[in-house]
T-cell receptor, first 116, second 113 residues
Framework: DSGVTQTPKHLITATGQRVTLRCSPR?????VYWYQQSLDQGLQFLIQ???????AKGNILERFSAQQFPDLHSELNLSSLELGDSALYFC???????????????FGPGTRLTVL | QQPVQSPQAVILREGEDAVINCSSS?????VHWYRQKHGEAPVFLMI?????EQKGHEKISASFNEKKQQSSLYLTASQLSYSGTYFC??????????????FGQGTILTVHP
């Protein structure tokens, strides 16, 4: 158990819908990272937040957005869902100072999203 | 750019050794190694930092060749529990990456009794 929690574990929804994935980082960790894992794209970085602020962006679609709240939990919002959005979505956290370089990232159990 | 891992898959008997490689075309600050079992979260194994520092698992060793931008993960005396997919995640040395990791495509390791 990494100490990172994610809810829900599974999510099944229809195309065009909107969903929210939630992540609570390990106690004391200030940075939260979101990753998407699909069979064809592998494990891809989406976005990072540090202490409530967006720090780095990866291959995140405009239909996706995220935020980190004052209590440091984070939410990833996916809208206008398409079949291709079906994937495992992982959240990771790290202690991280401002630079966050070389920090260990601990992954949560993931949310499996299925879009029908 | 995604780092390249080799081999794509390895099959071992318990007790055998394996080496998994990760190569990048970009200058790296760090290489992170993870193991993932099917449907589960990636589990942290080790970080290798530019300059030689290492942090991680006691029973797994790894190297980082800064000149070649290549890292190798050494699995010795393999156990059944070593089975899974191994990923390297690389952190670019340039600019402000803020910990963003770019992952390789994975190496599937299967250990048989």
């Amino acid at each position: 158990d990494s100490g990172v929690t994610q809810t829900p574990k599974h999510l099944i929804t229809a195309t065009g819908q909107r969903v929210t994935l939630r992540c609570s980082p390990r106690s004391g960790d200030l940075s939260v990272y979101w990753y998407q894992q699909s069979l064809d794209q592998g494990l891809q970085f989406l976005i990072q937040y540090y202490n409530g602020e967006e720090r780095a962006k990866g291959n995140i679609l405009e239909r996706f957005s995220a935020q980190q709240f004052p209590d440091l939990h984070s939410e990833l919002n996916l809208s206008s869902l398409e079949l291709g959005d079906s994937a495992l979505y992982f959240c990771a956290s790290s202690v991280s100072g401002l630079a966050a370089r070389g920090d260990t990232q601990y992954f949560g159990p993931g949310t499996r999203l299925t879009v029908l | 750019q995604q780092p390249v891992q080799s081999p794509q898959a390895v099959i071992l008997r318990e007790g055998e050794d394996a080496v998994i490689n990760c190569s990048s075309s970009k200058a790296l600050y760090s290489v992170h190694w993870y193991r993932q079992k099917h449907g589960e979260a990636p589990v942290f194994l080790m970080i290798l930092l530019k300059g030689g520092e290492q942090k991680g698992h006691e029973k797994i060793s790894a190297s980082f060749n800064e000149k070649k931008q290549q890292s190798s993960l050494y699995l010795t005396a393999s156990q059944l529990s070593y089975s899974g997919t191994y990923f390297c995640g690389t952190e670019w040395a340039g600019g402000t990456s803020y910990g963003k990791l770019t992952f390789g495509q994975g190496t599937i390791l299967t250990v048989h009794p």
